[in-house]
């Protein structure tokens, strides 16, 4: 057999954990065989799939579907029984934990509610070894979903160092740029950033906010922007990823995440690891999380989370002290 591990999915090849992921395998001389396939619809998936795989099954004894691959688990089970392969699932997130606890999508006494929790649970069974992002999400995913603690590993998000990395930037010399890119989900705790910016408008009129993204709460927080009445936020739409360094370095301050989630005190956002990576200043909700890898960084700085007076008086404070 090589060494080699067989990539199983249809995940976002350029993604910042897959990117990370190939390029350790590959500086340890491990081949990666990428079995991706880019159709519509499960069946269609598995189809494609099962052909891919079928050419790669007597390089490696090792298997490891990919974010998102929930659904794809029962087929990579499957697959590996005979000849006999390691399977790894790439869970990163819980399905239920995500749509439910945290996004609010339905209830737990929605009937979905259990279909997505025994998704997650069954597919995690299936694995030999399941993969997290963080120390915090580990614990969650044993306890919750009943998993041995030697099957289910860490494996930390990190950017893509090709794409975000330090270089002098102009900024603004007249104003303090606070920037926030995301997808606007709950954990993110866009509200406190809006009532942050409205509790600074009259006392620091120098500080400016950009908020980035669309998503779930997007038309919520430009309704509660307009009813605070907040003139020193702007809402720009998605940019690509490879726009988004010049963005980062072109702020004086970036944020990370707020939420009063669960899920917000397990989880490293991207954004926080994007603006180390580009040696910028990073702001965020201090949670057991950022602890695992974040213990003494200059650039790092963290407050209370869902709380927009603890946001404002930390964004006002670092106003005066970076340069």
Known sequence: ???????????????????????????HGTQVLECHTTKKGLIGKYTDLTGQFRQYKKDTDTVLVTFPGHYLMPLAWFLTRFPRKRLVFDAFISLSDTLVSDRGKVSW????????????????????EVLVDTKAHRDFFIHRFKLRSTRVKVVYLGARTDVFF????????????????????????IEYIIGAASLLQGTHPHIQFTLIGSGQTYKHMRTLAERKDVHNVAFQKRVPLTELPE??????????????????????????????????????????????????????HLCRAGSATALAESIARLSTEIQ
């Not at 330090?166 to 705790?189: A, M, S």
């Open 1 to 27: 057999m090589k060494n080699a591990v067989i990539t199983f999915g249809y995940h976002d090849q350029s993604a910042p954990r897959h990117w990370n992921m190939v390029r350790k395998w590959k500086a």
């Open 109 to 128: 006494v929605h009937p979905y509610a259990w279909f997505l929790y025994l998704v997650d649970f069954f597919s995690c069974h299936m694995a030999d």
């Open 166 to 189: 330090p270089q002098k930037t102009e900024k603004n010399p007249n104003r303090f740029d606070v920037l926030f890119y995301g997808t606007y989900i709950p954990l993110q705790g």
């Open 247 to 300: 963005r980062i370095r072109g702020a004086h301050l970036n944020l990370g995440v707020f939420g009063i989630s669960e899920k917000t005190k397990r989880v490293i956002p991207h954004k926080v690891y994007d603006a180390l990576a580009c040696g910028m200043h990073v702001l965020t909700a201090d949670t057991p999380a950022i602890h695992e890898q974040f213990q003494d960084n200059e650039h790092l």
